[in-house]
């Protein structure tokens, strides 16, 4: 073979290797996506519950004087909460839910010594209808942060001062007020662990009676729960 032969099937060589390497390459090209193909969580639900100590804020005599804190001393009575809540998200940060849960509201009536006056637990159970407003914000890839203003509807089941039956002259039905503080650790691809700290203001005394002290009640606890996204 002459050397004009030679060089032409060298070139031939070599146009059909880069010819075969170019159509593998081809059949693997990369998939590129827009924003508009990823998808985003829309919301969640998820199940809690809630360990608080409940105390008394304000107490005044029938005849509208503060009640006398020698003789009418409360403390902590240990209350609860818990149930299932569902929010949307709305606009970046923003989420919106409603939620059903039952609640203890309760303290503990600590008489004067002098009295000889075993302490007295009033304790009410309700079932409650929370309205929350929050914010969350991603802080790491696995933690968020997360702030919950909130307001309840609390719908009286059952009211005991020790162990008399009180539901009859009870509050039926208050509002109330607080916030929640908390983080929420990923779990998974859609799940999250909940944990935070909760504050809660009654907007009205627990029982009403003209021969009693008025009074309005709050509670502070920790509160946990389990997180489900989609």
């Known amino acids: 073979m002459n050397h004009p032969a030679r060089l032409f099937a060298a070139v031939l060589a070599l146009t059909l290797g880069w010819s075969s390497s170019a159509w593998a390459q081809k059949t ?14 829309v ?15 304000l107490s005044t005599n029938p005849d509208g004087t503060v009640a006398n804190p020698e ?13 299932v809540f569902g929010a949307l998200a709305l606009r ?22 002098m009295l000889s006056v075993e302490p007295l637990v009033y304790r ?19 933690w968020n942060l997360e702030v919950w203003p909130s307001t309840s509807v609390n719908v009286l089941r059952k ?3 020790g162990a008399n039956d009180w539901t009859e002259q009870a509050t039926q039905r208050f509002w109330s007020g607080g916030i929640m503080l908390q983080g929420s650790r990923a779990m998974g691809t859609s799940g999250r662990l909940v944990m935070g700290a909760v504050l809660d203001l009654g907007f009205a005394p627990l029982y009403t009676s003209p021969s009693r002290d ?3 009640p709050f509670r502070l606890g920790l509160s946990a729960g389990y997180r489900v996204t989609f």
């Not at 919301?43 to 804020?57: H, N, Q």
């Not at 940060?93 to 039952?102: I, M, Q, W």
């Open 43 to 57: 919301g969640f639900v998820e199940v809690r519950g809630a360990g608080l100590v409940g105390l008394r804020r």
């Open 159 to 161: 009211f005991q001062a």
């Open 71 to 83: 003789n009418n001393l409360f403390g902590p009575g240990l209350n609860y909460g818990g149930g």
């Open 214 to 216: 008025e009074e309005l």
């Open 124 to 142: 009410g159970d309700y079932t409650s209808f929370p309205l929350r407003a929050g914010f969350i914000s991603e802080v790491s890839e696995n």
């Open 92 to 113: 970046g940060a923003l989420h919106v839910g409603v939620g059903v849960e039952t609640n203890r509201w309760g303290y503990v009536a600590k008489f004067s010594p």
């Open 28 to 41: 693997t090209a990369p998939i590129f996506y827009t924003d508009s193909d990823l998808k985003e969580k």
